[in-house]
Protein backbone atom coordinates (compact mmCIF):
# COMPACT_ATOMS: atom_id res chain seq x y z
CA UNK A 1 0.00 0.00 0.00
CA UNK A 2 3.01 2.54 0.89
CA UNK A 3 4.82 2.19 -2.13
CA UNK A 4 1.61 2.34 -4.34
CA UNK A 5 1.06 6.01 -2.34
CA UNK A 6 3.94 6.76 -3.29
CA UNK A 7 3.46 6.44 -7.01
CA UNK A 8 0.22 7.94 -6.56
CA UNK A 9 2.18 11.07 -5.31
CA UNK A 10 4.45 11.07 -8.19
CA UNK A 11 1.77 11.19 -10.91
CA UNK A 12 -0.51 14.09 -9.10
CA UNK A 13 3.16 15.68 -9.04
CA UNK A 14 3.52 15.43 -12.38
CA UNK A 15 0.11 16.20 -13.55
CA UNK A 16 0.71 19.63 -11.08
CA UNK A 17 3.70 20.58 -12.70
CA UNK A 18 2.36 20.84 -16.03
CA UNK A 19 -0.87 22.78 -14.68
CA UNK A 20 0.88 24.94 -13.20
CA UNK A 21 3.26 25.36 -15.99
CA UNK A 22 0.33 26.48 -18.12
CA UNK A 23 -1.02 28.77 -15.65
CA UNK A 24 1.83 31.21 -15.27
CA UNK A 25 2.58 30.42 -19.28
CA UNK A 26 -0.96 31.83 -19.67
CA UNK A 27 -0.01 34.69 -17.41
CA UNK A 28 2.60 35.49 -18.71
CA UNK A 29 4.95 34.90 -15.79
CA UNK A 30 8.37 33.20 -18.19
CA UNK A 31 10.25 32.20 -14.76
CA UNK A 32 8.11 30.04 -13.20
CA UNK A 33 6.65 28.90 -16.32
CA UNK A 34 9.89 27.82 -16.78
CA UNK A 35 11.06 26.16 -13.46
CA UNK A 36 7.37 24.09 -13.78
CA UNK A 37 8.79 22.98 -17.15
CA UNK A 38 11.63 22.11 -15.64
CA UNK A 39 10.02 20.41 -12.85
CA UNK A 40 7.85 18.44 -15.18
CA UNK A 41 10.92 17.33 -17.27
CA UNK A 42 13.10 15.85 -13.84
CA UNK A 43 10.11 13.70 -12.63
CA UNK A 44 9.91 12.87 -15.93
CA UNK A 45 13.17 12.03 -16.61
CA UNK A 46 13.09 9.82 -12.91
CA UNK A 47 10.46 7.83 -14.50
CA UNK A 48 12.44 6.82 -16.83
CA UNK A 49 14.80 5.78 -14.86
CA UNK A 50 12.60 3.66 -12.92
CA UNK A 51 11.05 1.64 -15.97
CA UNK A 52 15.16 1.17 -17.69
CA UNK A 53 16.29 -1.80 -18.03
CA UNK A 54 18.98 -2.13 -15.49
CA UNK A 55 16.01 -1.36 -12.57
CA UNK A 56 14.02 -4.43 -13.74
CA UNK A 57 16.63 -6.50 -13.57
CA UNK A 58 17.96 -6.16 -9.91
CA UNK A 59 15.11 -3.83 -8.33
CA UNK A 60 11.12 -4.94 -7.13
CA UNK A 61 8.54 -2.38 -8.01
CA UNK A 62 8.84 -0.68 -4.58
CA UNK A 63 12.14 0.50 -5.28
CA UNK A 64 11.04 2.94 -8.52
CA UNK A 65 7.90 3.53 -6.52
CA UNK A 66 10.29 4.82 -3.66
CA UNK A 67 11.97 6.93 -6.33
CA UNK A 68 8.64 8.34 -7.49
CA UNK A 69 7.26 9.19 -4.50
CA UNK A 70 10.16 10.94 -3.26
CA UNK A 71 10.39 13.43 -6.03
CA UNK A 72 6.79 13.65 -6.36
CA UNK A 73 7.21 14.93 -1.83
CA UNK A 74 9.78 16.99 -3.45
CA UNK A 75 7.52 18.66 -6.06
CA UNK A 76 4.62 19.36 -3.69
CA UNK A 77 7.08 20.56 -0.81
CA UNK A 78 7.97 23.60 -3.24
CA UNK A 79 4.93 24.36 -4.86
CA UNK A 80 2.89 24.42 -1.60
CA UNK A 81 5.40 26.77 -0.79
CA UNK A 82 5.46 28.74 -3.67
CA UNK A 83 1.56 28.54 -4.13
CA UNK A 84 0.77 29.45 -0.70
CA UNK A 85 2.59 29.25 2.36
CA UNK A 86 4.86 31.77 1.14
CA UNK A 87 2.66 34.29 0.99
CA UNK A 88 -0.52 33.75 3.12
CA UNK A 89 0.48 31.40 6.48
CA UNK A 90 2.73 33.18 8.51
CA UNK A 91 2.01 31.56 11.62
CA UNK A 92 4.98 28.98 11.23
CA UNK A 93 8.17 28.91 9.47
CA UNK A 94 7.14 26.92 6.54
CA UNK A 95 10.41 27.45 4.62
CA UNK A 96 12.17 26.58 7.14
CA UNK A 97 10.22 22.88 7.13
CA UNK A 98 10.77 22.96 3.33
CA UNK A 99 14.30 23.16 3.36
CA UNK A 100 14.63 20.30 5.77
CA UNK A 101 12.15 17.89 3.74
CA UNK A 102 13.78 18.38 0.68
CA UNK A 103 17.62 17.89 1.34
CA UNK A 104 16.32 14.68 3.67
CA UNK A 105 14.73 13.17 0.42
CA UNK A 106 17.08 14.58 -1.51
CA UNK A 107 20.07 12.60 0.24
CA UNK A 108 17.93 9.25 0.52
CA UNK A 109 16.99 9.67 -3.77
CA UNK A 110 20.88 10.38 -4.90
CA UNK A 111 21.64 7.07 -2.18
CA UNK A 112 19.40 5.32 -4.53
CA UNK A 113 20.58 6.65 -8.23
CA UNK A 114 23.85 5.97 -6.83
CA UNK A 115 23.17 2.71 -6.17
CA UNK A 116 21.72 2.16 -9.54
CA UNK A 117 24.90 3.05 -11.03
CA UNK A 118 27.00 0.93 -8.92
CA UNK A 119 24.62 -2.54 -8.39
CA UNK A 120 26.15 -4.46 -11.65
CA UNK A 121 29.30 -4.75 -9.27
CA UNK A 122 28.33 -4.13 -5.64
CA UNK A 123 25.52 -3.17 -3.89
CA UNK A 124 27.46 -0.12 -2.60
CA UNK A 125 27.52 0.41 1.68
CA UNK A 126 25.78 2.57 4.10
CA UNK A 127 28.86 4.89 4.82
CA UNK A 128 29.72 5.09 1.17
CA UNK A 129 26.13 5.75 -0.24
CA UNK A 130 25.94 8.87 2.79
CA UNK A 131 28.88 10.26 1.83
CA UNK A 132 28.20 9.93 -2.21
CA UNK A 133 24.71 11.60 -1.80
CA UNK A 134 25.15 14.33 0.64
CA UNK A 135 28.22 15.92 -0.24
CA UNK A 136 26.46 16.86 -3.61
CA UNK A 137 23.30 17.59 -1.78
CA UNK A 138 24.76 20.37 0.72
CA UNK A 139 26.62 22.45 -1.97
CA UNK A 140 23.46 22.26 -4.66
CA UNK A 141 21.84 23.90 -0.98
CA UNK A 142 24.70 26.37 -0.90
CA UNK A 143 24.25 27.03 -4.66
CA UNK A 144 20.31 27.80 -4.40
CA UNK A 145 20.80 30.64 -1.88
CA UNK A 146 22.73 32.11 -4.04
CA UNK A 147 20.37 31.21 -7.25
CA UNK A 148 17.89 32.75 -5.03
CA UNK A 149 19.58 36.03 -4.45
CA UNK A 150 20.74 36.96 -7.95
CA UNK A 151 17.72 35.50 -9.20
CA UNK A 152 15.86 38.10 -7.52
CA UNK A 153 17.91 40.77 -9.64
CA UNK A 154 18.52 38.72 -12.96
CA UNK A 155 14.47 37.93 -13.17
CA UNK A 156 12.25 40.59 -10.89
CA UNK A 157 11.47 37.01 -8.79
CA UNK A 158 10.50 37.35 -4.86
CA UNK A 159 12.26 34.71 -4.33
CA UNK A 160 13.17 36.52 -0.91
CA UNK A 161 9.75 38.02 -0.23
CA UNK A 162 9.65 38.64 3.29
CA UNK A 163 11.02 42.07 3.77
CA UNK A 164 10.77 42.22 7.44
CA UNK A 165 13.70 39.90 7.69
CA UNK A 166 17.37 40.38 6.84
CA UNK A 167 19.06 38.62 3.54
CA UNK A 168 21.58 37.29 5.48
CA UNK A 169 19.32 35.71 8.77
CA UNK A 170 17.39 34.27 6.24
CA UNK A 171 19.98 32.52 4.04
CA UNK A 172 21.59 31.67 7.13
CA UNK A 173 18.42 30.01 8.26
CA UNK A 174 18.02 28.03 5.24
CA UNK A 175 21.35 26.58 5.46
CA UNK A 176 20.86 25.23 8.67
CA UNK A 177 17.55 23.73 8.30
CA UNK A 178 19.33 22.00 4.84
CA UNK A 179 22.32 20.85 6.95
CA UNK A 180 19.65 19.38 9.35
CA UNK A 181 17.65 18.01 6.45
CA UNK A 182 20.84 16.22 5.05
CA UNK A 183 21.85 15.21 8.56
CA UNK A 184 17.96 13.46 8.78
CA UNK A 185 18.55 11.88 5.20
CA UNK A 186 22.00 10.57 6.44
CA UNK A 187 20.49 8.58 9.80
CA UNK A 188 17.70 7.13 8.21
CA UNK A 189 20.19 5.86 5.63
CA UNK A 190 22.45 4.50 8.11
CA UNK A 191 19.81 2.95 10.26
CA UNK A 192 17.83 1.56 7.22
CA UNK A 193 19.78 1.04 4.59
CA UNK A 194 20.31 -2.81 4.27
CA UNK A 195 16.44 -3.22 5.34
CA UNK A 196 15.43 -0.89 2.51
CA UNK A 197 17.28 -2.74 -0.12
CA UNK A 198 15.87 -6.41 1.37
CA UNK A 199 12.96 -4.80 0.27
CA UNK A 200 13.90 -3.17 -3.06
CA UNK A 201 16.17 -5.96 -4.44
CA UNK A 202 15.34 -8.99 -6.10
CA UNK A 203 16.42 -12.47 -5.15
Not at 114 to 143: A, D, N, T, W
Not at 147 to 156: H, K, P, S, V
Request: net charge neutral; aromatic share 20%; hydrophobic share 55%.
Amino acid sequence: MFYRVMRVIFWLAFWSALAAAAFYGWQGKIFLLNSFILSALGLLVLYLIQNSAIVKKYYNESFGNTILGLAGLIFFTTSLGTFYFYYYIKFFEYDLIAHTIIPASFVIMAAMLYEIGRIKKIIPGKIEVILISSIPVLLLSFFWEFFQMQGDIWWGTQMFSDSNQNIVVDVANDLSADTLGVFIGCVLIFKNWEKWNKEWLKK
